[in-house]
T-cell receptor, first 116, second 114 residues
Framework: GAVVSQHPSRVICKSGTSVKIECRSLDFQATTMFWYRQFPKQSLMLMATSNEGSKATYEQGVEKDKFLINHASLTLSTLTVTSAHPEDSSFYIC????????????FGPGTRLTVT | GQNIDQPTEMTATEGAIVQINCTYQTSGFNGLFWYQQHAGEAPTFLSYNVLDGLEEKGRFSSFLSRSKGYSYLLLKELQMKDSASYLCAVFLTILTGGGNKLTFGTGTQLKVEL
């Protein structure tokens, strides 16, 4: 089946620094990728929809200047958490939408971010 | 707005059958997914329903009624490894601007006991 990778799988950073998370579709093209955040014992919350070659669409309440998304190619989207704070500590998961079927989403393994 | 509800927790016995319900009120409905998620891992795909009726896949079945805004996931012959969170997610067509997105329900934590 289709594979989506995320890097890094875990990251610890200091408050005030920025962290970049990469999401790659390894064997298919994805014009659309999604970024989710999940706090402990809660469901996935959609943060933004990343479209290749255009600006990301952010969900209500998500600061676009804090969570920078770049989808520069059909296989790579990046999420940069800028000026991270302890409350940004969470599990960040990306998914990639198969361009051919337009409904199958493949999830990455997630990135555990801890801000100290 | 979009509203997707599931029970928060359920407990069942190994070997038994359990049904996890999901109700939704959304606009732009384009299908419903069920995912399984173990703690600290990404969700894994279980089923996809776009038409009314029952989809069966081994020990897992999923049912959809679009007119009632209702779905359920049925797990048979429960095993200890089925202890996980089960997420109902509605695939929505974005009415303004186009495209599609997946909106998740609250998730149901299933505990399978001996």
């Amino acid at each position: 089946g289709a594979v989506v990778s995320q890097h890094p799988s875990r990251v610890i950073c200091k408050s005030g620094t920025s962290v970049k998370i990469e999401c790659r579709s390894l064997d298919f093209q994805a014009t659309t990728m999604f970024w989710y955040r999940q706090f402990p014992k809660q469901s996935l919350m959609l943060m933004a929809t990343s479209n290749e070659g255009s600006k990301a669409t952010y969900e209500q309440g998500v600061e676009k200047d804090k969570f920078l998304i770049n989808h520069a190619s059909l296989t790579l989207s990046t999420l940069t958490v800028t000026s991270a704070h302890p409350e940004d500590s969470s599990f960040y998961i990306c998914s990639a939408l198969d361009s051919i079927t337009s409904y199958e989403q493949y999830f990455g393994p997630g990135t555990r971010l801890t801000v100290t | 707005g979009q509203n997707i509800d599931q029970p928060t927790e359920m407990t069942a016995t190994e070997g038994a059958i359990v049904q996890i319900n999901c109700t939704y009120q959304t606009s732009g409905f384009n299908g419903l997914f069920w995912y399984q998620q173990h703690a600290g891992e990404a969700p894994t795909f279980l089923s996809y329903n776009v038409l009314d009726g029952l989809e069966e896949k081994g020990r897992f079945s999923s049912f959809l009624s679009r007119s009632k805004g209702y779905s359920y996931l049925l797990l048979k012959e429960l095993q200890m490894k089925d202890s996980a969170s089960y997420l109902c997610a509605v695939f929505l067509t974005i009415l303004t601007g186009g495209g599609n997105k997946l909106t998740f329900g609250t998730g149901t934590q299933l505990k399978v006991e001996l």
